[in-house]
């Protein structure tokens, strides 16, 4: 999600590190109030005595040890996904509860299914132990009873509503893998698990509203939030897997362009000095490749930069071919990869360009993000403007929500992308 890139680090916990978004502080502001008009009640009720900075003082630490409950809960699959060899980037606390994000899926099923089903077992396993804690202290201290008792059942609830059979939520993780497992393709489980997640979502959005128009109750409209919130994660996951279908249905030679010239090697670097300032008058072709030939043997590039560092008298003695970059050098990719292969090598090209090449090995092409954004769009049916394309050019970044690089990282789990992708 963007929101948590806004996010503060606040320190690490077994070498993850711990984040506090700032939606964090108004839930905690909020659920602080609610919970200490909650323990007023309850007291009252009980005939148990506690003033109001008491039930104040309550109503915090009550929420802080939610959210020690919701960090252990992350906690919980952190260390299994740590277990099978999975970085976890960091986790955080929003609005929400948590998130842990990692860096990469679990190669196997039963692995996903391990990581995604540790943290509802730690709220369960939270759960019982307030549940003692409440019956332990019933007669010794009430009022910590009845602290642990709202903890028992908010953990319970914490588990029970993450198991719920949909993405985002653990339950939904819980139904990817095992559809992955007994159907072999990941992709099968994130399209059931993300399916399921958005008729949640929207049972959750109009059951919300419905609370809100006909009970006139305020909480319908939390459980509205959520939905909209799990609407857009798992629309988020339909439009990954979008992505994803292009980045490997398509080929490089589908999506290169011609950004290149043809220089002879035999020129001198004064005669080519002159041709390049022409063009930058007329403002063409300025940032074409030149690619050196001697006849019809192809033999590197020649980068301009070459004349900033050599002195103009220079120029005439020397040509292009002893000033060429060879072909070797110049980052490349064949005609046939899949589009997905260009856009992770385009995230280590020096230039985020790529010289395509032909079955004999000669150029053909080139290809940049603009190229694979303009052919993954195609794709789905999308048209951008030429005009935000060229600013996208000038960038030399991906538009929003077509972050081509991160998704191709995605594909690269397993040994052969094409089997975990495979319909």
């Known amino acids: 999600m963007a929101l948590m890139g806004k996010a503060w680090t606040i320190g690490a916990i077994c070498g993850i590190p711990l984040r506090v978004h700032p939606s964090w502080l108004l839930i905690v502001g909020l659920a602080t109030v609610l919970f200490q008009a909650q323990y007023g009640q309850l007291l009252q009720d009980r005939q148990l005595a506690v003033t109001t900075p008491g039930l104040w003082l309550l109503g915090f630490l009550t929420v802080l040890l939610l959210f020690g409950s919701v960090l252990l809960h992350e906690l919980g699959h952190s260390l299994v996904a740590l277990r099978h060899g999975v970085k976890v980037s960091s986790i955080t606390l929003f609005l929400f509860g948590g998130v842990a994000t990692v860096e990469k899926e679990c190669r196997s099923a039963l692995a996903a299914l391990q990581v995604a089903a540790a943290g509802p077992a730690v709220s369960f396993a939270l759960a019982l132990s307030f549940f003692l804690l409440a019956n332990l202290g019933e007669t010794v201290h009430p009022v910590a009873a009845l602290v642990c008792q709202r903890l028992m059942i908010l953990n319970l609830v914490l588990g029970i509503f993450n198991l719920m059979p949909g993405l985002p939520l653990d339950g939904g993780l819980i139904v990817k893998a095992l559809v992955w497992h007994f159907s072999g393709s990941r992709r099968r489980g994130i399209q059931v698990a993300a399916a399921a997640g958005l008729t949640l979502a929207i049972m959750a959005i109009a059951s919300g509203l ?9 909480s319908g409209l939390w459980l509205a939030l959520l939905g909209w919130f799990g609407l857009e994660a798992a629309s988020a996951q339909l439009h990954l897997l979008r992505l994803q279908d292009q980045l490997l249905r398509l080929r490089v030679q589908q999506a290169q362009g011609r950004r290149y010239r043809i220089l002879d090697a035999r020129l001198d670097l004064r005669t ?8 930058a008058t007329d403002r063409m072709g300025s940032q074409d490749w030149l690619l050196v030939y001697e006849g ?3 033999l590197g590039r020649f980068q301009p930069q070459v004349l900033k560092a050599l002195p103009v008298q220079c120029w005439p003695r020397e040509t292009v071919s002893q000033q060429l970059q060879p072909r070797e050098e110049i980052p490349s990719i064949r005609d046939t990869a899949p589009l997905w292969q260009a856009a992770l090598a385009l995230e280590h090209a020096p230039e985020a360009r790529l010289l395509v090449l032909s079955g004999a090995g000669l150029p053909s092409g080139t290809i940049d993000r603009v190229d694979l954004v303009r052919a993954v769009c195609k794709g789905l049916g999308i048209r951008l403007p030429e005009s935000f394309l060229g600013q ?6 991906y538009p929003p929500g077509l972050q081509l690089g991160l998704v191709a990282s995605t594909m690269t789990d397993s040994e052969d992308p094409n089997a975990s992708f495979k319909p």
């Open 210 to 218: 419905w609370f809100v128009l006909v009970w006139r109750t305020s």
């Open 272 to 279: 080519i000095s002159r041709q390049l300032a022409q063009e």
């Open 296 to 298: 019809h043997r192809w």
């Open 392 to 397: 996208v050019q000038r960038l030399g970044l």
